[in-house]
């Protein structure tokens, strides 16, 4: 599977953003496809993921409440969103669009990153 993503920019703090990613190839409904960050100088970390077949999604702690990641499968669209809402800086960073056998990772696959920058 290779992975697309897209959307990222600069924003100020309590902005909104929406990263898309378009996946190509054969998903497996038991796969999760999510998102990953990393902020400066610090390790990339789980944000969101979700069950491709359904029936699960996941967020981390720090997003949760303020991020919201979807998919549109129809048409073998095969897409992932994320729907960033009242950002803040510490949000800063490159995002990531992964698909892998767990729900937090590690993904099997990574895509390019997008970057994300939230000024205060």
């Known amino acids: 599977v290779q992975l697309q993503a897209s959307g990222g920019g600069l924003v100020q703090a309590g902005g909104s953003l929406r990263l898309s990613c378009v996946a190509s190839?054969?998903?497996?409904?038991?796969?999760?496809m999510g998102w990953f960050r990393q902020a400066p100088g610090k390790e990339r970390e789980f944000v969101a993921s979700?069950?491709?077949?359904?029936?699960?999604?996941?967020?981390s702690d720090s997003v949760k409440g303020r991020f919201t990641i979807s998919k549109d499968s129809a048409n073998a669209k095969n897409t992932v969103y994320l729907q960033m809402n009242n950002l803040n800086p510490e949000d800063t960073g490159v995002y990531y669009c992964a698909i892998g056998p767990y729900t937090r990772g590690p993904p099997k696959s990574w895509g390019q990153g997008t970057q994300v920058t939230v000024s205060s």
């Open positions: 979700l069950k491709w077949g359904g029936g699960g999604i996941y967020y």
């Open positions: 190839g054969r998903i497996f409904s038991s796969s999760f």
